[in-house]
């Protein structure tokens, strides 16, 4: 009896677990991390949503199997979230399936759609199942740039020339997840020409649709006449109304791709529990002001990070979306490597973050930021860790951090 199993050897160990271990046990030997590793939201749902998901569990008839592509009412209701944030007409009926979660409906499309040695083109570095998926489904990877610029579209060309055979999938993530680089309508209208002339699906993951700063607002890929003929695009309630435990997300887009989809699903799952559905439409259709009062706080949270950090002697890039800082490793410590340095930030600061290397080589060298603590926790992390660039010798600026 074989225990070589095909897809467990093409899953590498996850790195970012052994930090996950790292960061439990110490948490067990009574050690007060602040966890600025996992994008796990710490705050709690709007009360309206929560309500909803009681009123609707007390029903004795709604304990029964849902529906896998999920109910009318939260397709209509994702398809008018579009309508009134994007500009976009979208058929609930063809054109939106719910997912438990944008990881799973990224999974379940990368099954439908891949079959064994087809070459997907997909960011490096980027959140694990943006590639993950698609080698479980049998897929190979070639690896793009996320950077949105003429070296993108360059590396583009070169992988449709001398990649055999032709990739078919193009995938990408904007806010990105882990480096929060942003794109503008004009980036998805090239991506959308590129994806027709060279007959590529393209995927689009807009996880962090709503958590952009600085009075730009993130445009989604439907906006570009003609997406849908090649696009689909997956969200999330996760992070817009902290909902990331109920597991809501969607799929939205091209006709064949969510029809493929929800097939797919019909054989593996019957839907998220008919009560969240029934809160999450609660969550679309009723008052908004959680998504500004979100967008507000990650915002000043990231200032918060941004200023107390510089002043603790770790310069890192102000975010212009999202809820990750994507930082470079301190100059002088930049030898030990991503994740040497998360391993010595937990042990000696007692801070939480992710390593680069864990979405991808090309993240090597980084490490990935949560802005999912308080103000007050953001800045005892930034003095822990003035004192652990102190202790290795690291020149921090006069003045205290925080």
Known sequence: MSEDFYRIKRLPPYVIAEV??????????GEDIIDLGM???DLPPPEHVIEKLVEVARKPSAHGYSQSKGIPGLRKAQANYYGRRFGVDVDPETEVVVTMGSKEGLASLATAITAPGDVVLAPNPSYPIHTFGFIIAGATIRAVPTTPDEAYFESLERAMAFTVPAPSVLVMGYPSNPTA????LAFYERVVEFAKKHKLWVISDLAYSELYFDGKPTPSILQVPGAKDVAIEFTS?????SMAGWRMGFGVGNKTLIAAMTRVKSYLDYGAFTPIQAAACAALNGPQDIVERNRQLYHKRRDVLVESFGRAGWDIPSPRASMFAWAPLPPALAHLGSLEFTKQLLTHAQVAVAPGVGYGENGEGYVRIA???NEQRLRQAARNVKKYLQSMGVNTPARGAG
């Open 39 to 41: 994008g796990n939201p």
């Open 20 to 29: 996950n271990a790292m960061r439990a046990a110490a948490r067990a030997g």
């Open 371 to 373: 802005m999912v603590e």
């Open 237 to 241: 309630l996760s992070k817009t109304y």
């Open 181 to 184: 680089e942003v794109v503008d």
